[in-house]
């Protein structure tokens, strides 16, 4: 089986948890005979050299895998944000390395979305991955790292844009893999269960390495209760709520120590540790440790008695397992994957809830009752458990039953069932005489076969504009006429005498890609909840050749998305729609200069339709001197804007009484 792991966090590198279960998933599945390839950021190739460089790579590195470094632009290049930017590189990089096709599985993170582009490519039947599984797994979004950190910033349009691509690919991914307990309970409270993909459990593996360390007869039955937090200080993981735990304990006999590094998660921005010390107030007691190089961490948890887990909300972190490789319990808040993972009285203890009060009645506990503190360990419990939690045979078992029963979703091909239902072609036409015929050139080289093409003239009648004359008689297409009333009526009386199932309204100075409309076709065809399907297009000049003077080119999200509010993110007018959607009563503004077409695929937002895009440059757009979006559209933005919001509101309300 080819796997293509997908992770900017990575291990040794960096990156935590997630880092940490990329690599040990990479070692297990290569070393069962797996044909797997890591792709992470370029920021670790230097690293990645250094150890590879060194004497002994294959200590720190999974030794049977192959490694891909992605692209990291700064700037988003076009893109939205960096992070879209670099969604769209890992796409890029799982096609070149599979050119005859993508991989068996593609799993990628849910955090930071990088998968939002592979998640549109299988959404929309792209061929360069068609027959691959696209996962995401479950470790713990930035939008709910946000959330429990204190300070979700929705005010700005980037941090907003970052969640959409994090809540595309949870919806569209072919599958969801969580390791157990709360996780995808906690996922569907948050995200809505409708708004998820199906859901595969799988846990997360551990290393066993040489074996499981037995210490059951090294329990220190004298002398204070010794704990231990590891992880970043951060709000997220309740450390805050511990110092206020221990700080309130009545019993001295404790000792405390808190090994994790710094983060700007307290009140206003502020350093967490610099909170966390005011909070100890200098208490011997209680000692902080910045960092303990990876391969001392065992050591460290074995010179202590419980590993503490303050979490307000946790998935499946492997410092409770490797805590519990070293036969040390944890005491754990109720959430998450600690539901599963921790067995009170066996390998650990849960809090009453997530409250610092509820902590310290734990510890409380713990310190009365020390015989009852010490029996997991004496027992063996915490290590016995981790077999049953967490062995790699297991999980390389169950991504074998994965790749076997959940085989890619096909891509369904209905035109080869029945007859290709008509597409109509709407041309609004003003003035363009230089380019409409690349424009309706555009349209007759289109692999898809029942196209019919209709050009709008919209009042524009002079020496020039005789150039539809003569296309009618050298292409299959009809020309319409009407006083001048602008784009959208144009539009509007194109679509009102068009014949087709799907409508595409397209510029007449714009051209679309040869298997444009079939591949909008296929798309829809396959999913009748669709109202539309368009793709990224590209920046060409007056000439017809690629510019960015403006950037590459537009990569839209959809309109499924809340973001359709703020910008036109939903795509160009380019797209292939269905014509139930204008009889609906849904159509272009008349009133609007500009940007009619986002006011459109706002409307249909609003009314529950959603469209798709392609990630591919399927269309070009030409960028001229005196465009519309130039002269008119880019200056009056916030004018617009506002306009548009007018009008949709203006639509939603009843203006006279029923009874009238």
């Given at each position: 089986?080819?796997?293509?792991?997908?992770?900017?966090?990575?291990?040794?590198?960096?990156?935590?948890?997630?880092?940490?279960?990329?690599?040990?998933?990479?070692?297990?599945?290569?070393?069962?005979?797996?044909?797997?390839?890591?792709?992470?950021?370029?920021?670790?190739?230097?690293?990645?050299?250094?150890?590879?460089?060194?004497?002994?790579?294959?200590?720190?590195?999974?030794?049977?895998?192959?490694?891909?470094?992605?692209?990291?632009?700064?700037?988003?290049?076009?893109?939205?944000?960096?992070?879209?930017?670099?969604?769209?590189?890992?796409?890029?990089?799982?096609?070149?390395?599979?050119?005859?096709?993508?991989?068996?599985?593609?799993?990628?993170?849910?955090?930071?979305?990088?998968?939002?582009?592979?998640?549109?490519?299988?959404?929309?039947?792209?061929?360069?991955?068609?027959?691959?599984?696209?996962?995401?797994?479950?470790?713990?979004?930035?939008?709910?790292?946000?959330?429990?950190?204190?300070?979700?910033?929705?005010?700005?349009?980037?941090?907003?844009?970052?969640?959409?691509?994090?809540?595309?690919?949870?919806?569209?991914?072919?599958?969801?893999?969580?390791?157990?307990?709360?996780?995808?309970?906690?996922?569907?409270?948050?995200?809505?269960?409708?708004?998820?993909?199906?859901?595969?459990?799988?846990?997360?593996?551990?290393?066993?390495?040489?074996?499981?360390?037995?210490?059951?007869?090294?329990?220190?039955?004298?002398?204070?209760?010794?704990?231990?937090?590891?992880?970043?200080?951060?709000?997220?993981?309740?450390?805050?709520?511990?110092?206020?735990?221990?700080?309130?304990?009545?019993?001295?006999?404790?000792?405390?120590?808190?090994?994790?590094?710094?983060?700007?998660?307290?009140?206003?921005?502020?350093?967490?540790?610099?909170?966390?010390?005011?909070?100890?107030?200098?208490?011997?007691?209680?000692?902080?440790?910045?960092?303990?190089?990876?391969?001392?961490?065992?050591?460290?948890?074995?010179?202590?008695?419980?590993?503490?887990?303050p979490s307000l909300w946790e998935c499946w972190p492997y410092v409770a397992l490797e805590a519990m490789r070293r036969n040390r319990p944890v005491l754990a808040t109720p959430t998450g994957g600690f539901t599963e993972l921790v067995r009170p009285g066996v390998n650990g203890w849960f809090t009453a809830d997530t409250t610092a009060e509820a902590l310290s009645d734990a510890i409380a506990q713990l310190l009365a009752d020390r015989e009852a503190a010490r029996r997991p360990r004496r027992e063996g419990g915490p290590r016995d458990t981790v077999l049953s939690l967490a062995h790699p045979d297991e999980v390389v078992e169950r991504y074998a039953t994965l790749h076997e029963e959940r085989r890619p979703r096909p891509l369904r091909r209905a035109r080869a069932a029945r007859p290709a239902p008509l597409v109509s072609v709407v041309i609004p036409y003003y003035g363009?005489?230089?380019?409409?015929?690349?424009?309706?050139?555009?349209?007759?080289?289109?692999?898809?076969?029942?196209?019919?093409?209709?050009?709008?003239?919209d009042g524009s009648f002079g020496e020039a504009d005789r150039i539809l004359e003569e296309l009618a008689v050298r292409y299959p297409l009809t020309v319409l006429s009407q006083p001048n009333a602008g784009l959208g009526a144009a539009r509007n009386f194109g679509v009102a005498q068009a014949r087709g199932r799907y409508v595409l309204p397209l510029d007449a100075d714009n051209m679309i890609a040869p298997a444009f409309i079939e591949r909008c076709v296929d798309v829809l065809e396959s999913d009748r909840r669709l109202a539309y399907v368009t793709s990224w297009s590209r920046y060409v000049d007056e000439r017809g050749e690629p510019t960015d003077e403006l950037s590459t080119g537009y990569q839209p999200l959809g309109n499924e998305t809340e973001l359709i509010v703020r910008d036109n993110v939903a795509g160009d007018a380019a797209a292939v729609i269905r014509h139930r959607i204008f009889d609906l009563g849904f159509a272009y503004s008349q009133d609007l200069t500009s940007y009619e077409d986002w006011h459109f695929y706002l409307e249909l937002h609003r009314a529950g339709h959603h469209g798709l895009v392609i990630p591919e440059r399927l269309l070009d757009y030409r960028v001229r001197r005196d465009s519309m979006i130039r002269e008119i559209g880019l200056p009056q933005t916030a004018r617009l804007v506002a306009e548009i919001n007018a009008h949709v509101l203006e639509k939603e309300i009843a203006w006279t009484p029923r009874n009238v």
């Open positions: 089986m080819q796997v293509a792991l997908v992770s900017r966090s990575l291990a040794p590198f960096g990156g935590g948890g997630i880092g940490e279960y990329v690599d040990t998933t990479a070692r297990i599945l290569s070393g069962a005979g797996h044909d797997v390839t890591i792709f992470t950021t370029e920021g670790h190739r230097a690293a990645y050299d250094e150890l590879r460089a060194g004497g002994d790579p294959d200590r720190l590195l999974a030794p049977a895998a192959e490694y891909v470094f992605v692209r990291d632009a700064a700037w988003p290049e076009g893109f939205y944000t960096p992070l879209h930017r670099y969604s769209s590189a890992v796409f890029d990089a799982i096609v070149d390395r599979y050119p005859g096709g993508g991989p068996d599985l593609i799993e990628v993170s849910d955090y930071l979305g990088e998968g939002f582009v592979l998640a549109q490519a299988r959404a929309t039947h792209d061929p360069r991955v068609a027959d691959s599984l696209l996962a995401v797994r479950l470790h713990t979004t930035a939008e709910l790292c946000a959330v429990l950190d204190g300070h979700h910033d929705t005010a700005e349009f980037s941090n907003q844009v970052d969640d959409e691509l994090e809540r595309f690919a949870l919806r569209h991914a072919d599958l969801l893999l969580w390791p157990g307990g709360d996780v995808l309970g906690l996922y569907e409270r948050f995200y809505g269960a409708e708004r998820l993909a199906p859901a595969v459990q799988i846990r997360n593996p551990l290393l066993l390495g040489d074996g499981l360390p037995d210490d059951t007869d090294t329990v220190d039955r004298a002398g204070p209760l010794k704990l231990l937090y590891i992880g970043r200080l951060e709000r997220r993981k309740g450390v805050q709520n511990l110092l206020r735990a221990v700080t309130a304990l009545g019993d001295p006999a404790w000792r405390l120590t808190l090994l994790g590094g710094d983060t700007e998660t307290a009140p206003l921005g502020g350093s967490m540790r610099s909170q966390l010390e005011l909070m100890a107030a200098e208490d011997e007691r209680i000692e902080f440790l910045d960092h303990v190089p990876r391969a001392q961490l065992g050591d460290v948890i074995s010179r202590h008695d419980v590993v503490v887990l363009m005489s230089e380019f409409i015929e690349d424009t309706v050139r555009s349209v007759v080289a289109q692999t898809y076969p029942e196209v019919e093409t209709l050009i709008v003239n």
